[in-house]
DNA sequence: ACAATGGTCC
DNA sequence: ACTCGGACCATTGTA
């Protein structure tokens, strides 16, 4: 038995979960400890949380509630990654020769078209194949040259059929690399699972990281990458996969947060968030068109970004101008929100931090900086902060309560993937409903305000079918 | 080893 | 002129 004190509180007490916490300190802190070292390796991941901690929580009440939460989280955060995620290597593989044999069929036909063979994943070469040898239009620069990146190939693509292909062979080089060939070496040969490691305080507003490998960027969006998905399976054949995500967590923060009647009224309504702004937006027209939703859509996000109307305009497609208007009508509709924002970036420039609701804190030293480019960028930061920060915060919390709550209610249901907005589980085929109930109840739990959160679950047996 | 470029996620 | 918040990773090419 090793008592082992993180922080204020007695986390561990068996030598299972010590070990738990020495596999997190090896794998997080690229640490070795020997067996006869664990308590050092213990005592630095607790002081690098600390150290970590000094810049979001310093001296105020809510430090002693971060740093709580913080290293609760440790151990959680210690089971998740020692268990990993049951995964799929054959129908990986499968896919990944599918892939390349595509790839080599994009190639032949580019080099056909092209005349001659080059690399087609070198910038450099490209540059000259595009500019130099077919003389197309460049359009855009880089610091070193002409840009070749996915915006520029899509302008051209309308006009030579070649650069349609050469952006496919891209995207599927991309799939292939980063996730398929990537993946594949992730998997751990003894546990035949992929262990990620958590960064916990990865980053500045509060939010986590993964790495080796990032589980929290695993494609999303067409059919290829549910394929990928797919991949990430149930532990047994009597065990599920379940989703479960916060929807429209961060308008609905900042709905709570700037305590505007219209964005309220708006979730209050029930109605899809994206189409309720375009009708505000577009109130002149009797029907939404899909781009109308979108341009909504884009404002909808940009707003929790600190956007400018330029960036909007890039994201959405349409001219500068028009996106600037799209966010004047905005905050003319949801006049609280530019309040809110007017406050929050007094308040940051009177005491040089900004906060969650939690009270975890960033710092912001330039928010005053003479540089125009600086200090509006820093502004941005601060306006992004307390909305992606108090998300952070939440979901981290849940994490908490949840381990806590299956370990005293006896469920056969391991917590497995967090990414930002969504928690993953391993869950005992028998224990599905009981598990639901819970993980709906403490998500949902955790944070109470006027417009609340919702949680969406879904069940499955491998996480593209738990999602869809 | 490192910078630059590009691409994936929330 | 103007590059929207927060991350991680692969590849190329130069050092």
Redesign the pocket.
């Known amino acids: 038995m090793y008592d082992i004190e993180i922080g204020s509180r007695l986390l561990s007490d068996t030598p299972e979960r010590v070990d738990d916490f020495r596999a997190y300190c090896e794998r997080s802190h690229r640490y070795r400890a020997s067996d006869d070292t664990r308590t050092f390796a213990l005592e630095k991941a607790y002081w690098s949380l600390h150290g970590a901690l000094e810049f979001q929580a310093s001296e105020d009440d809510s430090r002693q509630r971060i740093v709580d939460l913080e290293m609760h989280l440790l151990a959680v955060l210690s089971r998740m990654e020692a268990y990993g995620v049951a995964f799929d290597r054959g129908k990986l593989r499968q896919i990944g020769s599918e892939i390349r044999e595509r790839v080599r069929t994009l190639e032949t036909e580019i080099f056909e078209l092209v005349g001659e063979q080059f690399?087609?994943?070198?910038?450099?070469?490209?540059?000259h194949i595009l500019y130099d040898r077919l003389g197309f239009p460049a359009s855009?620069?880089?610091?070193?040259?002409?840009?070749?990146?996915?915006?520029?190939?899509s302008e051209l693509s309308k006009h030579y059929a070649v650069v349609g292909l050469i952006?496919e062979h891209?995207?599927l080089?991309?799939?292939?690399?980063?996730?398929v060939?990537?993946l594949d070496?992730?998997v751990n040969p003894k546990t035949t699972r992929i262990h990620?490691?958590y960064?916990q305080l990865?980053?500045?507003?509060g939010?986590m990281?993964?790495?080796?490998?990032?589980l929290?960027?695993?494609?999303?969006?067409?059919e290829l990458?549910d394929r990928i998905k797919s991949c990430f399976i149930a532990s047994g054949h009597d065990r599920r996969i379940m989703v479960a995500?916060?929807s429209q967590?961060?308008l609905r923060l900042l709905a709570n947060l700037s305590e505007d009647e219209a964005l309220c009224r708006a979730f209050e309504g029930g109605e899809d968030i994206h189409m309720r702004t375009a009708k505000l937006l577009f109130w002149e027209h009797i029907t939404i068109t899909p781009d109308m939703r979108r341009m909504a859509k884009?404002v909808n996000?940009?707003v929790?970004?600190?956007?400018?109307?330029?960036?909007?305009s890039?994201?959405?497609g349409t001219t500068?101008?028009e996106a600037s208007r799209s966010i004047e009508t905005f905050y003319a509709r949801y006049p609280r929100v530019r309040e809110y924002y007017d406050a929050l970036l007094e308040n940051a420039r009177r005491t040089g931090y900004v906060a969650t609701v939690f009270g975890r804190r960033?710092y912001l030293p330039t928010i005053r900086d003479a540089n125009?480019?600086i200090r509006?960028?820093?502004e941005?930061?601060a306006?992004?902060?307390p909305i992606?920060g108090s998300?952070a915060d939440i979901i981290k919390y849940a994490m908490v309560e949840l381990s806590s709550q299956f370990h005293e209610h006896g469920i056969d249901a391991r917590m497995i993937m967090q990414?930002?907005?969504?928690l993953v589980f391993d869950v005992a085929s028998q224990a599905v409903e009981r598990t639901a109930v819970i993980v709906r109840d403490v998500m949902e739990g955790v944070y109470r305000a006027r417009i609340p959160l919702i949680v969406e679950i879904g069940i499955g047996e491998d996480w593209h079918a738990a999602k869809a």
């Open positions: 690399n087609i994943n070198s910038t450099k070469q490209l540059q855009k620069k880089t610091k070193t040259g002409r840009s070749v990146d996915t915006e520029v190939l952006l891209r995207t080089r991309k799939l292939l690399t980063t996730y060939e990537g070496k992730s990620t490691t960064r990865g980053a500045a507003t939010r990281s993964s790495e080796s490998p990032n929290q960027n695993i494609p999303a969006w067409d990458s995500d916060y967590v961060e884009g996000f940009g929790i970004y600190g956007i400018t109307g330029y960036g909007l890039k994201m959405t500068p101008a960033r125009r480019m509006e960028r820093t941005r930061e306006i992004n902060m992606q998300n990414v930002h907005d969504e």
